[in-house]
């Protein structure tokens, strides 16, 4: 059973950061990615990243420049450093990962077939 463990969320003021952390256990594939949902919205995709692949790495318009996607290999994590926080950014933020390998893109939620529990993150102004 793969797991995927969140942690590093909470609250900053707008213009602040953040680092999310996303440990994994037992994940062999080679696709893992950040989703948002901010409350009475849908799910969004916020970036993924290809394992074994030089990090390539792929961000929504909302957040590129401002969030950065990197992993840990030793350490079985995947972060998500995020930068110049706008109350937008508001929202609970969950890792997922996709199962097998092979393509995969935060467009789309039906790639990711392992989901952690989200961490809250609020941005205030």
């Known amino acids: 059973q793969v797991e995927l463990v969140e942690s590093g969320g909470g609250s900053v003021q707008a213009g602040g950061s953040l680092k999310l952390s996303c440990v994994t256990s037992?994940?062999?594939?080679?696709?893992m990615a950040w989703f948002r949902q901010a409350p009475g919205q849908e799910r969004e995709g916020v970036a993924n990243?290809?394992?074994?692949?030089?990090?390539?790495?792929h961000y929504a318009d909302s957040v590129k420049g401002r969030f950065t996607i990197s992993e840990d290999n030793a350490k079985n994590t995947l972060y998500l450093q995020m930068t110049a926080l706008k109350t937008e950014d508001t929202a609970i933020y969950y890792c997922?990962?996709?199962?097998?390998?092979?393509?995969?893109?935060?467009?789309?939620?039906?790639?990711?077939?392992?989901w952690g529990q989200g961490t809250q993150v609020t941005v205030s102004s």
């Open positions: 997922a990962a996709r199962r097998t390998r092979g393509y995969c893109s935060f467009r789309d939620e039906s790639y990711f077939d392992y």
């Open positions: 037992r994940f062999t594939g080679n696709c």
């Open positions: 990243m290809y394992k074994f692949n030089g990090g390539d790495s």
